[in-house]
């Protein structure tokens, strides 16, 4: 068996898999937009919220994350070995698992519709409950498409071509544009209604745009359901331990929403929203880093010790990059969030006073943004070993800590110090990071006993966080300069000055990364030479 002898660069797999995942929540943060200038923090927002968290479980659980950890190791390897025929045979047969295991859990989930509402969003009653109720029937379906479009990806990735699969979602988000802005003088609840239609329609395109490619790289994919193949039961096994670490994380996050149904108006969709900001840098950088290297990882040939130095040194580079992105991020969110907020919510019903509430809750992320985005790449780094059993573990301590310190401070602390009961989302987001340090820290010790040291250098860690605490202060500079204005040139103002002193900063540090950016963007606007 050919060993692996140098590193594959991943550098570009990474910015397209950031590219493409960024022109997505572009798109994304526009729907989000409109639909807080056509819903503000109601009633009806936060039925359509809770009601659009429900069959994303199902997606979340069976697409993406799980697909890649389980997946992706076994079908790299045999493209790595040449074994096209059986690669396309395991593809096929875990795609005829998926099929039938999505269908029977989207039947159960619409006949079980009103069981799953209340133990998602027990806080919610009447008219509210019921629409919730109607908007979960609705979506379900649209779920499964998600799922199958999961799949497309794990073979788009192994055959990496990242961009396509991680765009794909921008025809669903448009999908939903489209209906928010045709149908925008319907009444709230009937708008809700039909912006669900609008969802499952644009699950589908999400899937469509996808299928003819990967039919064309996985020539011999043939949708049978053959158990019996060694590498299809691999998946299954691999796949048991991650569902079930995906499913207690995302069990966390319906505790979270649970415990806000509580919390009174506009605690669900204000938590949706601050959602939608915290988990973009996680998605951007440490899901663009993780993507790319996986394949990498996986695909590794040699002995042991070979393959653990090869890892440690892709780990190493790739906890680098996403601590040079997420820093400032973290950093962002707790200074500048009300500006970010008002910049990509604030029209319409949505209020400043409603962005300097999700300024609050979205502070709160800050406090374990960059242990939640390293600590994908370390649960990758675990994959590719074919271990999945380890995160897992470590996942059930991450829940079972943001369960019970999200109880204590979402429900009994803001009534303790005396203020207004819906910032008790603000503590669901801050109790989230803390527990999400814990599990880092396992996830770091226990990888370090199997292949070396691995981590961020003191040095690198202090010169990131001072030079985004100097960009910071310059940001809040200008802001008190300016005084309030519109929310866009207003925002658009200070975030700019916010990232160039950050990068003019790490620059006269001399952070690698930072001249590695330069480099990539001289490289852009240069004209190749013959």
């Not at 999908?175 to 045709?182: C, D, E, Y």
């Not at 669900?268 to 990882?297: D, I, K, R």
């Amino acid at each position: 068996m050919e060993k692996t002898t140098q590193r594959e660069a991943t550098g570009r797999h990474a910015f397209l898999v950031g590219a493409g995942i960024l022109l997505s929540r572009l798109i994304g943060f526009v729907r989000q937009r409109i639909f807080s200038r056509y819903f503000g923090l109601t009633d009806p927002a936060d039925a359509f919220n809770a009601a659009f968290r429900i069959p994303n479980l199902l997606q979340n659980l069976f697409g993406e994350g799980v697909l890649s950890a389980s997946f992706i190791p076994v079908y790299a390897k045999l493209l790595a070995e040449n074994e096209e025929e059986e690669s396309g045979r395991v593809a096929g047969a875990v795609a005829a698992i998926l099929a039938l295991t999505t269908s029977v859990l989207v039947l159960l989930g619409v006949l079980f519709t009103p069981f799953v509402t209340d133990l998602v969003a027990a806080g919610f009653h009447g008219a509210k409950r019921e629409l919730t109720i109607r908007l979960v029937r609705i979506l379900f379906p649209g779920a499964g498409l998600l799922v199958l479009s999961a799949w497309c990806l794990g073979i788009l990735n192994s055959h990496r071509k990242f961009f396509l699969s991680y765009t794909a979602p921008v025809l669903w988000n448009l999908a939903m544009i489209a209906t928010l802005v045709a149908f925008r003088g319907e009444r709230e609840s009937s708008l809700a209604v039909t912006l669900a239609w609008g969802s499952v329609i644009g699950s589908g395109l999400q899937f469509g745009i996808q299928l003819p490619v990967v039919l064309r790289l996985a020539r011999h994919v043939r949708v049978r359901l053959e158990t019996h193949r060694p590498q299809v039961r691999e998946v299954v096994r691999n796949f048991v331990p991650v569902f079930m670490s995906r499913g207690v994380v995302q069990i966390s996050a319906y505790v979270d929403a649970w415990l806000a149904s509580w919390l009174g108006m506009g605690a669900v969709a204000g938590l949706t929203n601050a959602q939608t900001l915290y988990t973009l840098p996680v998605s951007l950088f440490g899901m663009s880093v993780s993507a790319a290297e996986l394949p990498a990882m996986s695909s590794a040939l040699g002995d042991r010790q070979e393959v653990a130095g090869y890892l440690q040194a892709r780990l190493n580079s790739g906890l680098r990059r996403i601590a040079f992105f997420v820093v400032p991020s973290a950093m962002a969110f707790l200074a500048l969030g009300g500006v970010i907020s008002s910049l990509l919510f604030e029209n319409g019903r949505f209020t400043h006073a409603d962005s300097l509430y999700v300024w609050g809750i979205v502070a709160g992320s800050a406090v374990g943004l960059l242990a939640s985005t390293m600590g994908r790449l370390y649960s990758s780094t675990y994959y590719a070993l074919r271990d999945t059993r380890t995160p897992l573990r470590f996942a059930l301590v991450r829940v079972g800590l943001t369960t019970a310190l999200g109880y204590l401070c979402a429900l009994p602390l803001p009534k303790l110090i005396g203020i207004d009961p819906r910032w008790g989302a603000a503590g669901l987001t801050a109790s989230a990071g803390v527990a999400g340090w814990v599990e880092f820290t396992l996830l770091r010790r226990a990888l370090n006993r199997r292949i070396g040291p691995t981590g961020l250098p003191a040095p690198l860690v202090a010169k990131l966080w001072t030079s985004a605490a100097v960009a910071a202060a310059a940001a809040w500079g200008l802001k008190l300069g300016i005084g309030t204005r519109h929310p866009l040139a207003y925002g658009a103002s200070i975030l700019c000055l916010y990232g160039a002193v950050y990068f003019g900063v790490t620059y006269l540090f001399r952070v690698e990364e930072c001249a590695g950016v330069f480099r990539r963007i001289t490289r852009s606007v240069t004209p190749s030479r013959p």
